[in-house]
């Protein structure tokens, strides 16, 4: 830690003293310091606007969105976007579609703003379910050890040894027409599957960081002063191993939008919806998979989407980076 | 070291069975069969799908297809059709007459297993892997050597996007440039008997391995830069090219050579998405078509592969470790 006793250019006491006051008084947590260590990390500021900002585009795509994503407009099929002056099949440029249009004249940006909420989702929603599943178990195994434990690090075993996006796509095919399927147009079934791989790498981070905090003096002390189980699990050690599960949080949203673009490239993720009230109409990789065929002539169908996805998946790694340099200092550059 | 890697190779078996009976629960609890058809086209009748059903031995208990797909069982004529064990991967429910195994490794008339459509992606994979250690090593070497450096900065920029950016995405910002404004390539070629075409598709597919192959090489660098018998090669007076290539490099290349064998097994099962893509005629492309066709035998059998192909490759990366690093013992 860094103190800064007097300042040799001024060198006045009294703001000496005011600084040795100011820092009795204002301690600084592990959490503050993190914190600190990350806003000075410029990728990860970067990123973290990033995010912000393609999550506010998400919530209010339905505001920002120029055009009815849904809406067909004949004639303007294939219109190009404004730095191409005349399409390959004729048509001409128009102000109103500043990205161009897909075969059937939809607006090619606000179908991607309304794709951003797709992939937000998938990057939030089923991970706070895998956090909460995985740190719990992680937490009773690690500390109780034994048959839970043992049956937890069989489970990994067989998950690790799954090809995950091999299982995803079994998953994706076989239960699609089911009604859990159909549920959230598709998604509610993806969000099952990224939960029942992924919670299992949570539990097992977890469990190593119990495993070596319940040696810990300040478990033997909690312990002597009477503390029950469930204190020095929930009070003392969870608090404790949060540090790596927030790194990995940030590490594997990216993997889990990039699955579903993927699933959406293949034809098996969201189900695009042609009703207007839904909240999820498209996603980028089923915008992807629909801009495929074109991409010799009308490549801008899949440039938005694919410029989409890059950002955001680049924007989550830049920010797993800086985490994992400001909650961990020891790991910092070997990566 | 023989009994470690029997007991590697016995690992394989739980993986096998576990991976096989996810793929068939999950097949069988779909809704319909292989026979149906999309509602818009003419739908395969009751009592043909019957003479199928028995011709598949799809009639039978669940418990009993599971047993007769991975040991196998007598056929209608009575004859012991072997499973799984003997490498039978059953017939495909799409492709007429012909068994999964035929469909992927059985090339075309009068040529070799190369030619075969998991010989297409095995090549595939063999030429990315190439592009990722020219390219990724020297990288890593550069970037080490010359830390905090431009070339460095520029390097870890490459780098940082080809390990986030999933292929496919790279896959279509390269098609854009290289083929849809430059004209320089041809998307889907006519044949894939030329190297040229090859070249693009082998780039997409390897450049995430050149990135993590980049990244892993100048974590390794750095570190065994601070070694002591680097300093000591140098004080002894040794030049400095003998102390980065004797010295630097071939010690901190042990890592990278473990992460290769897995990097492949990545490179030949992750590739479904590049072989669609540019119209490849390999394995990958014949998944995501059997995907579309719903050929359930089809998907588990490829699955199972695949499954195999990264299993393998993780038992591999022990084994060489043991070889090039003496200091680790197995226990």
Same mark, same amino acid.
């Given at each position: 830690m860094t103190t800064q006793v007097s300042h040799p250019s001024t060198g006045q006491t009294q703001a000496h003293i005011a600084n040795l006051t100011m820092m009795t008084v204002k301690p600084?947590?592990?959490?503050?310091d993190a914190w600190s260590r990350l806003i000075k990390n410029k990728a990860s500021v970067i990123g973290m606007v990033v995010i912000v900002i393609f999550t506010l585009l998400a919530i209010f795509a339905s505001v920002i969105a120029p055009h009815n994503p849904l809406q067909i407009n004949s004639g303007k099929g294939f219109t190009p976007p404004m730095w191409i002056p005349v399409g390959p099949n004729g048509v001409p440029a128009d102000p109103n579609f500043i990205f161009g249009t897909d075969t059937l004249g939809r607006d090619v940006l606000s179908r991607t703003l309304y794709g951003a909420r797709v992939s937000m989702t998938v990057g939030f929603l089923p991970t706070f379910i895998i956090i909460f599943v995985g740190t719990i178990v992680g937490l009773f195994a690690g500390y109780r050890g034994g048959r839970i434990d043992n049956l937890l690090m069989r489970i990994t075993d067989v998950v690790y040894a799954f090809p995950d996006l091999l299982f995803f796509i079994i998953v994706m095919v076989t239960l699609?027409?089911?009604p859990i399927g159909q549920m959230m147009n598709g998604l509610f079934l993806l969000f099952s599957a990224l939960a029942v791989v992924n919670w299992v790498g949570f539990a097992r981070i977890v469990r190593g960081q119990v495993l070596s905090l319940k040696e810990k003096e300040f478990v033997e002390a909690a312990r002597c002063i009477g503390a029950t189980d469930s204190r020095i699990m929930f009070r003392h050690l969870l608090p404790n191993s949060l540090g790596p599960v927030i790194i990995l949080t940030a590490m594997s949203i $990216?993997?889990?939008?990039?699955? =579903?673009?993927?699933?959406g490239y293949l034809g098996l993720g969201l189900i695009p919806s042609t009703n207007p009230k839904d909240f999820f109409i498209t996603s980028w990789g089923a915008s992807m998979l629909e801009g495929q065929t074109a991409i010799n002539a009308q490549p801008w169908l899949?440039?938005? $989407?694919?410029i989409a996805v890059s950002l955001v998946v680049l924007a989550f790694t830049f920010l797993g980076d800086g985490l994992r340099d400001a909650?961990? $200092?020891r790991l910092q550059g070997t990566q | 070291m023989g009994k470690f890697l029997l007991r590697r190779m016995l690992w394989l078996i739980p993986v096998i069975l576990v991976v096989s009976t996810i793929t068939f629960v999950l097949m069988h609890a779909a809704p319909g069969g292989p026979w149906d058809r999309d509602l818009s086209a003419r739908q395969v009748d009751p009592v043909t799908q019957k003479m199928l059903n028995e011709y598949y031995g799809l009639d039978k208990p669940l418990w009993r297809q599971f047993t007769a797909y991975l040991i196998g069982d007598t056929n209608s004529k009575g004859k012991f059709i072997c499973g799984l064990i003997c490498g039978n991967l059953g017939p495909s429910y799409r492709q007429r007459g012909l068994t999964i195994q035929q469909?992927?490794?059985? $090339?075309?008339? =009068?040529?070799?297993?190369?030619?075969s459509r998991f010989g297409y992606s095995?090549?595939?994979g063999v030429y990315s892997l190439l592009f990722a250690i020219l390219i990724g090593i020297p990288a890593g070497v550069l970037s080490a050597l010359k830390q905090n450096t431009m070339t460095d900065y520029i390097s870890l920029f490459i780098v940082t996007i080809g390990i986030s950016v999933p292929n496919f995405v790279m896959a279509i910002f390269l098609i854009i440039i290289f083929a849809s404004t430059l004209h320089m390539v041809n998307i889907v070629p006519r044949s894939w008997d030329e190297v040229s075409v090859w070249v693009l598709p082998a780039v997409i597919l390897g450049f995430g391995t050149m990135a993590r192959t980049a990244r892993l090489t100048r974590a390794s660098m750095l570190e065994t830069m601070r070694?002591?018998?680097?300093?000591?090669?140098?004080s002894k007076g040794l030049a400095e090219r003998v102390v980065i290539v004797r010295h630097m490099i071939k010690n901190s290349l042990i890592p990278v050579v473990t992460m290769l064998g897995p990097a492949l097994a990545g490179l030949v099962t992750g590739s479904f998405i590049i072989e669609t893509m540019f119209g490849f005629p390999g394995m990958g492309r014949a998944y995501v078509t059997a995907i579309g066709q719903r050929d359930y035998s089809m998907i588990m059998g490829t699955t199972l592969i695949y499954a195999v192909l990264v299993a393998l490759a993780n038992v591999s990366v022990d084994m060489i470790y043991v070889f090039l690093d003496p200091r680790i013992r197995l226990e």
């Amino acid at each position: 830690m860094t103190t800064q006793v007097s300042h040799p250019s001024t060198g006045q006491t009294q703001a000496h003293i005011a600084n040795l006051t100011m820092m009795t008084v204002k301690p600084r947590s592990l959490w503050q310091d993190a914190w600190s260590r990350l806003i000075k990390n410029k990728a990860s500021v970067i990123g973290m606007v990033v995010i912000v900002i393609f999550t506010l585009l998400a919530i209010f795509a339905s505001v920002i969105a120029p055009h009815n994503p849904l809406q067909i407009n004949s004639g303007k099929g294939f219109t190009p976007p404004m730095w191409i002056p005349v399409g390959p099949n004729g048509v001409p440029a128009d102000p109103n579609f500043i990205f161009g249009t897909d075969t059937l004249g939809r607006d090619v940006l606000s179908r991607t703003l309304y794709g951003a909420r797709v992939s937000m989702t998938v990057g939030f929603l089923p991970t706070f379910i895998i956090i909460f599943v995985g740190t719990i178990v992680g937490l009773f195994a690690g500390y109780r050890g034994g048959r839970i434990d043992n049956l937890l690090m069989r489970i990994t075993d067989v998950v690790y040894a799954f090809p995950d996006l091999l299982f995803f796509i079994i998953v994706m095919v076989t239960l699609r027409q089911t009604p859990i399927g159909q549920m959230m147009n598709g998604l509610f079934l993806l969000f099952s599957a990224l939960a029942v791989v992924n919670w299992v790498g949570f539990a097992r981070i977890v469990r190593g960081q119990v495993l070596s905090l319940k040696e810990k003096e300040f478990v033997e002390a909690a312990r002597c002063i009477g503390a029950t189980d469930s204190r020095i699990m929930f009070r003392h050690l969870l608090p404790n191993s949060l540090g790596p599960v927030i790194i990995l949080t940030a590490m594997s949203i $990216p993997g889990m939008i990039i699955t =579903e673009a993927v699933l959406g490239y293949l034809g098996l993720g969201l189900i695009p919806s042609t009703n207007p009230k839904d909240f999820f109409i498209t996603s980028w990789g089923a915008s992807m998979l629909e801009g495929q065929t074109a991409i010799n002539a009308q490549p801008w169908l899949l440039l938005l $989407p694919a410029i989409a996805v890059s950002l955001v998946v680049l924007a989550f790694t830049f920010l797993g980076d800086g985490l994992r340099d400001a909650l961990d $200092p020891r790991l910092q550059g070997t990566q | 070291m023989g009994k470690f890697l029997l007991r590697r190779m016995l690992w394989l078996i739980p993986v096998i069975l576990v991976v096989s009976t996810i793929t068939f629960v999950l097949m069988h609890a779909a809704p319909g069969g292989p026979w149906d058809r999309d509602l818009s086209a003419r739908q395969v009748d009751p009592v043909t799908q019957k003479m199928l059903n028995e011709y598949y031995g799809l009639d039978k208990p669940l418990w009993r297809q599971f047993t007769a797909y991975l040991i196998g069982d007598t056929n209608s004529k009575g004859k012991f059709i072997c499973g799984l064990i003997c490498g039978n991967l059953g017939p495909s429910y799409r492709q007429r007459g012909l068994t999964i195994q035929q469909i992927l490794f059985m $090339p075309p008339e =009068e040529k070799s297993i190369i030619y075969s459509r998991f010989g297409y992606s095995m090549r595939l994979g063999v030429y990315s892997l190439l592009f990722a250690i020219l390219i990724g090593i020297p990288a890593g070497v550069l970037s080490a050597l010359k830390q905090n450096t431009m070339t460095d900065y520029i390097s870890l920029f490459i780098v940082t996007i080809g390990i986030s950016v999933p292929n496919f995405v790279m896959a279509i910002f390269l098609i854009i440039i290289f083929a849809s404004t430059l004209h320089m390539v041809n998307i889907v070629p006519r044949s894939w008997d030329e190297v040229s075409v090859w070249v693009l598709p082998a780039v997409i597919l390897g450049f995430g391995t050149m990135a993590r192959t980049a990244r892993l090489t100048r974590a390794s660098m750095l570190e065994t830069m601070r070694q002591d018998y680097i300093r000591t090669a140098r004080s002894k007076g040794l030049a400095e090219r003998v102390v980065i290539v004797r010295h630097m490099i071939k010690n901190s290349l042990i890592p990278v050579v473990t992460m290769l064998g897995p990097a492949l097994a990545g490179l030949v099962t992750g590739s479904f998405i590049i072989e669609t893509m540019f119209g490849f005629p390999g394995m990958g492309r014949a998944y995501v078509t059997a995907i579309g066709q719903r050929d359930y035998s089809m998907i588990m059998g490829t699955t199972l592969i695949y499954a195999v192909l990264v299993a393998l490759a993780n038992v591999s990366v022990d084994m060489i470790y043991v070889f090039l690093d003496p200091r680790i013992r197995l226990e």
